[in-house]
């Protein structure tokens, strides 16, 4: 599978900043930020290609990103400091269902609940060859959970992957921000 790489066009965007008139913001008075919290591919934009059952795609997301890409630019020279957050993981995580098998061996299925009660049952097992030295920790981890009154152990769909292209920021947003 062939993808294109994005690449923001730096000199235009910086010829379009010096033509629009915006200044550096060291002297703004007030001092305005934004934050942008993982507006990232894995979540902004669907993957045609994969079931939805794969894929933390938000609906209207890219709608979202859109209209804040908008805001930045009608306001721009207001603004002091965009941040933006990542959503950042590796393949294998206690929250994959790489990590987890059934009895068969087989994998679990994104969005899979995970209880101690489904570990000690033999339901579900850490899966050795990716849990390896943590699979007696990863009953600690689901009991501690269930114990803390938080919601039992989610299987998430793979997503926002150091390195990947789920990881990056949607395309516009990364240009109105630049």
Same mark, same amino acid.
């Given at each position: ?9 730096? /000199? ?8 629009? %008139? ?52 009608? /306001? ?15 393949? #294998?995580?206690?929250?994959?269902? #790489? ?7 087989? #994998?679990?299925?994104? #969005? ?9 049952? %033999? ?56």
């Amino acid at each position: 599978m062939t993808t294109s790489l994005y690449e923001p066009d730096w /000199h235009r965007i910086a010829r379009e900043a010096s033509a629009a %008139g915006i200044v550096p913001a060291s002297g703004d008075q007030p001092r305005i930020g934004l934050i942008c919290i993982d507006m990232q591919e894995s979540f902004c934009r669907p993957l045609p290609d994969r079931p939805r059952s794969e894929q933390l795609y938000v609906d209207g997301a890219e709608g979202d990103v859109q209209r804040t890409a908008q805001w930045i630019y009608r /306001h721009a020279e207001r603004l002091t400091r965009i941040i933006v957050t990542l959503d950042t993981h590796s393949t #294998f995580q206690i929250f994959s269902p #790489f990590w987890w098998i059934d009895p068969a061996g087989r #994998f679990a299925e994104p #969005f899979t609940v995970i209880t101690p009660d489904d570990v000690r049952a %033999g339901r579900w097992r850490p899966n050795p060859a990716v849990a390896g030295p943590y699979v007696e920790w990863s009953l600690y981890y689901v009991e501690r959970l269930a114990a803390g009154g938080k919601m039992a152990l989610t299987l998430w769909p793979v997503h926002c992957l150091l390195g990947a292209a789920g990881h990056s920021l949607h395309p516009a947003l990364n240009e109105a921000i630049l």
